[in-house]
């Protein structure tokens, strides 16, 4: 075996009913506590309502920042800083799906920092010290892994540039996962979200920095994941269904902390920055059957042992012919939950495949792929991909 290190400081609190624990787990961190989330709507029942309630009843002084958007822009997250700061927070809450757990780990950076957020991203010179925050999460979706990562993502528009912050101060101190709060969130949602629960796992299996470890969470992971994921597009209220898309999430989340993405998430990234519009799982499902085809000569043991969860037919074939097939095993998972998209549907126009070449590679992850993609490789797949 290769040796490895694997971390990871988050105190996970998962299973049904477990939101009531909201309370203890802010009181642990902090007195004073900044609720992140999106603005609220019917289709939450009440839940923001109730979490202010509950830390109320604790009397733990709460301000609520609504202002979350998918794609959380740079100003987002100063306005929430300066909500913190005024207010004196000492503890930041992000309730809700990727984006609003990225908002509140940025917003524990900035509050407490000079500068923004964006004056932190992981290749700054200047990095997040212990003035940080802690954060508290609490997810709503199975997607992001963002409740057990060291990674808050933000978009800067006015650069049309999507980066991260990454810092080991960034992992959430305690993180509930509770299914029951993921019974209304809808098909598409479930989809584009749940796909980024499968990308994570796959990437962090292929790459060539994983280890034993995070081989074994993100196998089970994907078998969870190929099951579930279907099952809870066709029926949101299927709470057994929740249930294991929330673990594969938490699984998948602890898979990429240590180990990482490869070139899915950085040409999605790339996606995400220059067209907001597109959800981040929306804009790995268009690429992925491209860089399969790309990619599956390079780990063919990898890609075969993937094939063979997606379809069980390929028990009999041989290591390389299962590698080439899992491509098409993929591919089919991805019509089966409806992200079977090109990328002239999500309205990426065919002259601009230049400038997103370009900006697919600015983010590392392709350098963890197994096959390093050169600027014609990713071109190409745009090509195909659109």
């Not at 780990?105 to 010179?125: Q, S």
């Not at 860089?291 to 041989?318: C, H, N, Q, W």
Request: some cysteine; proline content about 7%; overall charge positive.
């Amino acid at each position: 075996m290769k040796p490895f290190s694997y971390h990871q400081p988050t105190e996970i609190r998962f299973g049904r009913g477990r939101l009531k624990e909201v309370p203890s787990a802010v009181a642990r961190w902090g007195g004073r506590c900044l609720l992140v989330t999106v603005p609220d709507a019917p289709e939450f029942g009440g839940l923001f309502g109730k979490v202010k309630g509950l830390l109320a009843e604790a009397k733990i002084p709460t301000a609520h920042f609504s202002g979350v958007i998918p794609n959380p822009t740079t100003a987002v997250v100063t306005a929430g800083a300066r909500m913190a700061r005024d207010f004196q927070a000492d503890v930041v809450l992000g309730l809700g799906g990727g984006s609003s757990m990225d908002t509140a780990k940025a917003i524990a950076v900035e509050a407490t920092h000079p500068g923004t957020a964006w004056d932190y991203l992981f290749f700054r010179e200047n990095q997040p010290t212990g003035k940080t925050l802690p954060v508290v999460a609490v997810t709503t979706t199975s997607g992001t892994g963002s409740h057990v990562t060291q990674v808050a993502v933000v978009t800067n528009p006015a650069e049309k540039n999507k980066s991260a912050l990454y810092h080991p101060l960034l992992y959430p101190r305690t993180s509930i996962v509770d299914p029951d709060l993921m019974l209304t969130v809808p098909p598409n949602v479930t989809a584009a979200t749940g796909f980024d629960v499968f990308a994570h796992a796959f990437e962090s299996f292929i790459n060539p920095g994983g280890s034993p470890y995070t081989d074994l969470m993100a196998l089970e992971a994907l078998t969870i994941v190929s099951k579930a994921l279907p099952a809870a597009v066709k029926n949101g209220r299927d709470l057994e269904a929740r249930e294991r898309m929330a673990w594969a999430d938490t699984l998948a989340g602890l898979c990429i902390s240590n180990s990482g993405v490869t070139l899915p998430h950085g040409i999605g990234m790339a996606i995400g920055g220059l067209y907001p519009h597109i959800s981040h799982g929306e804009a790995l499902a268009v690429i992925y059957p491209a860089i399969l085809r790309y990619s599956y000569r390079a780990a063919p043991a990898k890609f075969a042992a993937v094939g063979r969860i997606m379809d069980r037919k390929l028990a009999a074939e041989t290591g390389r012919k299962a590698a080439e097939i899992s491509c098409a095993a993929i591919e089919r998972f991805i019509r089966k939950i409806g992200l079977d998209r090109k990328l002239r549907e999500l309205h990426v126009p065919e002259e601009e495949l230049a400038a997103l070449a370009l900006q697919s590679l600015v983010l590392p992850d392709y350098r963890n792929h197994p096959k390093i993609a050169t600027l014609e490789d990713v071109s190409r797949i745009l090509g195909e991909s659109h």
